[in-house]
């Protein structure tokens, strides 16, 4: 278990301040003075893959740490009591000022980073999006720009979020396959 793990960086109750809380099985804490017991969950985010009309697919540059000026999909944390799909309009219309014309749920892909010397566990959730439009649209809040790419275009070593990179290589794996189908 790294340092940063949530077990090994929480040392008092957050409640009540009490220096006796400790370690409850593998993924909560809990406060032997006033009870308080602390799960600790992955935090749900999600992840859009748009597309122009040649195909490419639409990646932003990332605005905030971690991973200040890498490459990501547009997106981000789900609000509290906010669904997937709300989330995913939000995020884009955020980001992007876009429009959700559709989305398709295409599956989910677990995380980890390291966030103020504290490990954070996501769960990241894909959506296809087709847009009303991709004109006018204008990075903004988090992020620093957008580009399309076809896969050539792109090193993956700039995508460090593990489930991004998996979300963006599946994509491009179903468009090679549909082009060349297995008979
Ligand atoms: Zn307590």
């Keep these: 278990m790294s340092n940063t793990h949530p077990l090994k960086v929480l040392n008092y109750c957050p409640k009540c301040g ?3 809380f400790k370690a409850s099985g593998e993924r909560s804490l809990k406060c032997n003075s006033c009870g308080f017991h602390y799960f600790i969950n992955s935090a749900a985010a999600v992840a859009a893959l748009v597309t122009n009309e040649k195909g490419q697919l639409m990646l ?8 200040y000026g890498k490459l990501d ?16 309009a939000r995020e884009l219309s955020e980001e ?6 559709s989305m398709k749920y295409l599956g989910s892909a677990p995380n980890e980073y390291v966030f103020s010397e504290f ?17 006018n649209l204008k990075p903004m809040d988090d992020i620093l720009g957008y580009r399309f790419y076809s896969e050539a275009e792109l090193d993956y070593d ?7 990179k998996q979300f963006v290589k599946h994509f491009f794996e179903k468009i090679r396959q549909s082009r060349n189908p297995v008979i």
């Design 96 to 101: 992007l000022g876009l429009e959700v014309k």
């Design 18 to 20: 009490s220096s006796d």
């Design 119 to 135: 490990t954070v566990f996501t769960l990241d959730m894909a959506f296809e999006v087709k847009a009303e439009s991709l004109e």
């Design 60 to 67: 932003v540059t990332r605005g905030v740490e971690p991973n």
């Design 158 to 164: 700039d995508i460090p979020a593990p489930s991004i």
């Design 73 to 88: 999909l547009p997106g981000g944390f789900i609000d509290p009591l906010e669904s997937a799909e709300q989330a995913v």
